[in-house]
T-cell receptor, first 110, second 116 residues
Framework: TQLLEQSPQFLSIQEGENLTVYCNSS?????LQWYRQEPGEGPVLLVTVVTGGEVKKLKRLTFQFGDARKDSSLHITAAQPGDTGLYLC??????????FGTGTRLKVLA | NAGVMQNPRHLVRRRGQEARLRCSPMKGHSHVYWYRQLPEEGLKFMVY????????ESGMPKERFSAEFPKEGPSILRIQQVVRGDSAAYFC??????????????FGPGTRLTVT
């Protein structure tokens, strides 16, 4: 079974700061998804990256898939309190089974 | 609302009782997945179903747990004779197909099961 490690586990920053969250594995994934989960709710899909080296932007969020498709990063520019939440990466093992990371809990202070 | 629906949102059961969790996939989706999330842990895959078929149940405990996705109606995750260790959030996800980019999984709000 492939493992996904996310770092940091916890991050508390001031509004307006930039941050990067990392998702690493020793195994190759066919695709990787990033989700955000708020307390008491299910994960909400943010993006899917498929190609090694791929970069996708979603407003202030930039997602990158490593060249070898083993790792990914999420960069947030000028964080806002609304960005607060649990960020989860999930690697596709095969065609449908997702392996989830343990998450990065982000808190953005106003 | 065309999203994944789960009910109940909260379920309390005493040890030994049965728990039934329901999931209606997004409109047009015929693939359903169940995950379990323990406090402060990531989501763990349990089972993958298509209509009337269990495709992969490798993440589901062999005893007391079962899942179905009938031709008509929601998918159901059933836990018999619940124990305290079953307390967790159970999430259902659905996808358009089981392969390719279209297998992006969309999650429901979850059912929080508490066993007393």
């Amino acid at each position: 079974t492939q493992l996904l490690e996310q770092s940091p586990q916890f991050l508390s920053i001031q509004e307006g700061e930039n941050l990067t969250v990392y998702c690493n594995s020793s195994s190759v994934f066919s695709s990787l998804q990033w989700y955000r989960q708020e307390p008491g709710e299910g994960p909400v899909l943010l993006v899917t990256v498929v190609t090694g080296g791929e970069v996708k932007k979603l407003k202030r969020l930039t997602f990158q898939f490593g060249d070898a498709r083993k790792d990914s990063s999420l960069h947030i520019t000028a964080a806002q309190p609304g960005d607060t939440g649990l960020y989860l990466c999930a690697g596709a093992e095969g065609t449908y089974k997702y392996i989830f990371g343990t998450g990065t809990r982000l808190k953005v202070l106003a | 609302n065309a999203g994944v629906m789960q009910n109940p949102r909260h379920l309390v059961r005493r040890r030994g009782q049965e728990a039934r969790l329901r999931c209606s996939p997004m409109k047009g989706h015929s693939h359903v997945y169940w995950y379990r999330q323990l406090p402060e842990e990531g989501l763990k895959f349990m089972v993958y179903l298509q209509k009337e078929n269990i495709i992969d149940e490798s993440g589901m405990p062999k005893e007391r747990f079962s899942a179905e996705f009938p031709k008509e109606g929601p998918s159901i995750l059933r836990i018999q004779q619940v124990v305290r260790g079953d307390s967790a959030a159970y999430f259902c996800a659905s996808s358009l197909t089981g392969q390719g980019v279209s297998y992006e999984q969309y999650f429901g709000p979850g059912t929080r099961l508490t066993v007393t």
